[in-house]
């Protein structure tokens, strides 16, 4: 989950800068398109004044023999602004001179960092698209496992509540017990209730049991367990030393049944127990530090 969390936070990271980068190129490719598109139709109409004025240059020449300006300046025939032309002259220009402010210094390098934007939009973009990849990937796998968990705990769970209701009276001779899920409809966050009847008393969680009920009723869920998939061998570290006489009897009896599966290695000191076994390991210490092996096998 969060993996899961933190590749979609980069995912959205990206995908916010992505956007600005794409603001950021769009608004380039409109200032060069326009400044193109002013420059194109600037340099068409001053190509097309140009000709026509050298046209018209030419005929003069020829037919007159003389240059128009000169004619124009000899006579006088060249117009003298008036006070208000001039004075919408003056206005015009600070006009002019305050559109170009506003539009600010030729930037020579707008096509360059154009080509700039669209390369970091396209490496932007791929990370973008790597990312719902794998974010996409990486979803499908979580269902995946959580369908798998869900299944093979359900069967785990119906497999040792079987062999716990087995397990149970065969240890209380008599009596029965279940496991229950506390939330079966979200099998991967769900608890487990151990439920208890002892021959002659109420039914009850595992909590409301005496002492030696309890360690009772832990031991038959772990033979339950173990009997699901029995391992080669088991070690039972004084599992007995919290059962009562009778009790420690049942166990035993239960250990020599389930010693056909598998072979079993016990720590106790309860002399019972160490009656059943087939051979019997001792550590004594007789000098400070210094451990001793006794080996006796029973026949």
Avoid at 55 to 70: F, G, K, M, Q
Avoid at 268 to 297: C, F, W
Wanted: hydrophobic share 40%; charged share 30%.
């Amino acid at each position: 989950k969060a993996a899961l969390d933190a590749l979609r936070a980069t995912w959205e990271k990206a995908t916010e800068g992505l956007r600005v980068k794409e603001h950021e190129l769009r608004g380039a490719r409109a200032k060069v398109d326009e400044a193109r598109t002013q420059q194109g139709a600037l340099a068409l109409k001053v190509r097309e004044r140009e000709l026509e004025l050298d046209a018209l240059v030419d005929r003069t020449i020829d037919r007159h023999r003389v240059r128009p300006e000169e004619v124009l300046f000899d006579f006088h025939l060249l117009p003298l602004p008036t006070a208000d032309a001039l004075a919408a002259m003056d206005d015009r220009l600070v006009e002019l001179e305050r559109q170009l402010d506003q539009l600010g210094a030729i930037n020579l390098t707008a096509i360059d960092e154009c080509a700039e934007l669209e390369q970091r939009h396209d490496f932007l973009r791929t990370q973008a698209d790597d990312l719902t990849h794998a974010l996409n990937q990486l979803e499908k796998a979580i269902l995946k496992i959580n369908r798998t968990t869900k299944k093979r705990f359900q069967e785990t769970f119906d497999g040792i509540n079987e062999r716990f209701q087995q397990v149970f009276p065969r240890l209380f001779r008599g009596g029965k017990a279940w496991l229950s899920l506390t939330d079966p409809n979200d099998m991967l966050t769900t608890g487990v209730d151990i439920y208890a009847q002892p021959p002659g008393k109420k039914l009850s969680t595992v909590q409301l049991l005496s002492g030696g009920e309890q360690a009772l009723t832990a031991v038959s869920l772990l033979f339950a367990i173990f009997l699901l998939k029995p391992s080669p061998f088991c070690l039972l570290d004084e599992v007995d030393a919290p059962l009562d006489e009778s009790n420690v009897g049942r166990f035993n009896d239960m250990v020599k049944d389930v010693s056909t599966l598998s072979q079993f290695i016990v720590i106790t000191h309860n002399k019972k127990t160490m009656e059943v076994a087939d051979q019997l390991y001792g550590i004594t210490m007789e000098e400070p530090g210094i451990s001793k092996t006794v080996n006796v096998r029973i026949q």
